[in-house]
C-alpha cells in the first residue's frame, strides 16, 4: 500500500507515526487522544482522495473506517475494548479501506492474543496464568462444578494494569498496510 511511489512512502510514513504516537499513549496513559484519532481519519481520507479518483477514494476512506468501526464496537460494548481502541481501528480503517480493515483486524485479533498471554503472564506469571487459563477452559465447557471449581468474581481491573490493546490493533493495522503479501 505504500510503496511504488514517494507520495505513498511519505503517506505510510505519517500513517505508522501517527499509529505509534497512539501506542506510546495507550502504554503511557491508558488513553488514545482524540485529536491523535481525528488526525489519522482525516490524514487516512486525504490519502486515499488523492491516491484514487474522488468518488472511489471517499468509498474507500468511508468504508474502510464504517468497518473498521462495525468490527470492533461490540467489543466496547461488551467492556472488552476502550472507545478509543474503537476509534483508533475505524481511523486506521480510513487508510486501509473496507477489505484492508478486515484482513487488519484478523491480524490484530492474533496479535491482541499474543498481547494478551504476555501481559497475563508479566503480571500473574506463567503458573497463574495457566491456572487461570484452565480454570476458564473448564468454565466454558461446564466441567467446572463437577471439579468443584467456582466462577471467579468480577474483579474491577485498574485502568493502569489493563492490557494496552491499542497495540495489537495499530500492529495488525501495520502489517496489513506495509506488507502487501497480508492484503
Not at 507515526?17 to 501506542?23: P, R
Not at 480510513?94 to 492474533?110: D, E, F, Q, R, S
Not at 466462577?151 to 506488507?179: C, D, I, M, Q
Request: net charge positive; glycine share 14%.
Amino acid at each position: 500500500m505504500f510503496v511504488e511511489s514517494t507520495f505513498r512512502e511519505v503517506g505510510g510514513a505519517v500513517f505508522t507515526l501517527l499509529l505509534v504516537g497512539a501506542c506510546v499513549s495507550d502504554v503511557q496513559r491508558r488513553r488514545i487522544p482524540n485529536v491523535l484519532v481525528l488526525i489519522l481519519a482525516l490524514c487516512g481520507l486525504g490519502f486515499s482522495l488523492v491516491a484514487n479518483p474522488i468518488r472511489p477514494g471517499a468509498a474507500h476512506a468511508a468504508g474502510g473506517a464504517a468497518v473498521g468501526l462495525v468490527i470492533w464496537l461490540p467489543f466496547w460494548m461488551m467492556g472488552k475494548l476502550g472507545a478509543g481502541d474503537v476509534k483508533l481501528f475505524a481511523a486506521a480503517g480510513a487508510w486501509l479501506g473496507p477489505m484492508g480493515a478486515v484482513t487488519g483486524a484478523l491480524v490484530a485479533a492474533v496479535c491482541g492474543g499474543i498481547l494478551t498471554l504476555g501481559w497475563l503472564v508479566h503480571e500473574q506469571g506463567v503458573a497463574s496464568t495457566l491456572r487461570g487459563i484452565a480454570l476458564r477452559v473448564l468454565l466454558l465447557r461446564g466441567n467446572a462444578a463437577q471439579a468443584g471449581v467456582q466462577a471467579p468474581s468480577l474483579l474491577v481491573v485498574p485502568a493502569t494494569r489493563r492490557v494496552p490493546y491499542g497495540l495489537a490493533l495499530a500492529a495488525g493495522a501495520l502489517l496489513v498496510a506495509w506488507l502487501p503479501a497480508l492484503a
